[in-house]
């Protein structure tokens, strides 16, 4: 058994427990980790129950870094070496959080950041978040007569972390789970603020079956709507590069958050699939 | 129940939640056809599946929500859904 037990209550099929596993199995024993609220705090830790392995603590939604930043304090004061680690969803961290999150990389707290990007407010219901892509429907963004879904595109959190100065930012996809311990492996050797997002499908709030999980998680990658790849100390030092990079449509059209731009707004997939172009030339990501 | 300062609970108590009652359908493995890649196991998300002395996997049903991952990613097409009849 992993560092994260059987019967959490997740829903079937959710990407965010595969990616928690994968973490910790990179950062090891020796780890200490904080959780906002959200999808992950509330099918891990239903009292007086908890699936977690090593020590974890529930911050409030929008303080995880802060109380991460303390923790990671307090050790050092103590003089003892243990992984400090938030593990957080993306509306606590890109929204809520984000004060919090720039404060701790600005202080230089020797902490490792994970993000779980479902790509909206799940928990409470899929309303949107600044993660939430262009053209998906969310409870708050709802497709209609007069609406296409989100209209702004997905915040870019990884390049503001960068922005900070920080010395090691990455993005990984639960697709690729070797990817994801590897990158945890390495943010725990470098001293510092680390960040990493990891692209975590949600069937309930994307509305897709269960089982695609894996294959829309790839297949965001293989789109190039959501890059993989490697920032250190400000500079683009790794991308996952794509064979044959496919067109957007095989990523929207399995997921009912984007079933209404294949009936009458099918001019906002073009505006997609140019998004899509536009991280395929600004990572490198063709060939 | 006695409660504690700070809400402290102890570690992997999750376990006493047998979430294979969530299951509509259920894998079933064909070793016959299984090539031991061990992806079916790193993919669930239950971290239900383990491995036997000669490299097979086992799911647990007792955890298993049936959420068809496995069968979908095996390479090997060694995993069948199947509808769970129940009493
Ligand atoms: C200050 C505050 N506002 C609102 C909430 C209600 N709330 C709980 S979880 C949640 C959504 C969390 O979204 P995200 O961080 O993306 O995690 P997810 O549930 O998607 O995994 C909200 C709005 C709260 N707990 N605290
Ligand atoms: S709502 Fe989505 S993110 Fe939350 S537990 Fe269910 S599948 Fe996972
Ligand atoms: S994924 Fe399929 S082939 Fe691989 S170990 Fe599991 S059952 Fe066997
Ligand atoms: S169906 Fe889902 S929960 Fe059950 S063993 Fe397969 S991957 Fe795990
Ligand atoms: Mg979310």
Redesign the interface.
Known sequence: ??L???????C???????AV?LVLEGSGENSIVVSPTGCLEVT???????????PWIHSLFENAAAVASGIETALKVKGKKVNVLVIGGDGATVDIGVRALSGMFERGHNVTYICYDNEAYMNTGVQRSGSTPYGASATTSPAGKLSFGEDRPKKDIPAIAAAHGIPYVATASVGY?KDIVKKVKKAQEIVGPKYIQILTPCPTGWRF???????LAKLAVETALFPVYEIENGEITKVKKIKERKPVEEYLKLQGRFKHLFKKNKDRIEVIQKMADSNAEKFGLDG | ?KLLPG?I???????????GA??TFIPVFDEDKCKKCGICE???????ISIDENEFRHP?Y??C?????C???CPADAIE?KYEEKE
């Open positions: 058994m992993s994260f037990a059987q019967g959490h209550t997740a079937a099929g959710c990407g965010m427990p595969i596993k891990s830790t239903r009292y007086p129950q908890s699936a977690w392995g090593v789970p079956d269960g089982s695609k999980t894996i294959k | 129940m809400g609970v102890k570690p992997k108590t999750t376990v006493v939640n047998k979430t969530w299951r790193t993919f669930c998300p239950e971290d239900c647990d007792d955890f929500k049936g959420c068809g991952i069968a979908e990613e859904m």
